[in-house]
């Protein structure tokens, strides 16, 4: 069964405080994903990783970086974290197809409160 | 942005089929049309996904129209689990893989 998981179901931190968000999966994928979802937003893309220690921006990634040292493992760091980075973050992975087709796995979910 | 739009809800009765309409008018040849849904306080879930052709699977049926702008994702007996957040997506896919997710449609599976 394919899986990702993320480290922590529940996090709670100050602001200010440093935050790692980790990520694995075990399924050889090349792409993967950080989203955050807030009520009535959706899912929104913070970063995204193709391949080993490459990256790119997604549509809010302001406030946050991302490592990315090994294939099966992506992660998200909040620098200095602050109230409005309380959020759900979603970590996913995905391979494409021969017909040029993909499907995204995601992870449980992180519920990181900031205090 | 999104570029589907959905109805925001939409109610089904339980071992009724549910119909899941998705407007993609913007579409162009070679993009996809993904569906994935949310069960509460889980990730998404892939669902299904088409580009010309109906398909189908154990979860879902999924419905392409022959202008490509619109689709529907069908649940044949939709059960109590199946309420959750429904998110079509429509995306040339490429190297990259990104989705951009919509609010989607809630669908509520009444007893």
């Known amino acids: 069964d394919v899986k990702v998981t993320q480290s922590s179901r529940y996090l709670v931190k100050r602001t200010g405080e440093k935050v790692f968000l980790e990520c694995v999966q075990d399924m050889d994928h090349e792409n993967m994903f950080w989203y955050r979802q807030d009520p009535g937003l959706g899912l929104r893309l913070i970063y995204f990783?193709?391949?080993?220690?490459?990256?790119e921006k997604g549509d809010i990634p302001e406030g946050y970086s991302v490592s990315r040292e090994k294939k099966e493992r992506f992660s998200l760091i909040l620098e200095s974290a602050s109230t409005n980075q309380t959020s759900m973050y979603l970590c996913?992975?995905?391979?494409?197809?021969?017909?040029?087709?993909?499907?995204?796995?995601f992870g449980p979910g992180t519920r990181l409160t900031v205090t | 942005d999104a570029k589907t739009t959905q109805p925001t809800s939409m109610d089904c009765a339980e071992g009724r089929a549910a119909n899941l309409p998705c407007n993609h008018s913007t579409i162009s040849g070679n993009e996809y049309v993904y569906w994935y849904r949310q069960i509460h306080s889980q990730g998404p879930q892939y669902i299904i996904h088409?580009?010309?052709n109906n398909e189908t699977n154990e979860m879902a049926s999924l419905i392409i129209t022959e202008d490509r702008k619109s689709s529907t994702l069908i649940l044949p007996h939709a059960t109590l689990r199946d309420t959750a957040v429904y998110y079509c997506i429509q995306d040339y896919g490429g190297a990259t893989n990104k989705l951009i997710f919509g609010t989607g449609t809630l669908l509520a599976v009444q007893p």
């Open positions: 088409g580009l010309k």
């Open positions: 996913a992975s995905s391979s494409t197809a021969r017909d040029g087709s993909y499907e995204q796995y």
């Open positions: 990783s193709y391949d080993v220690k490459m990256k």
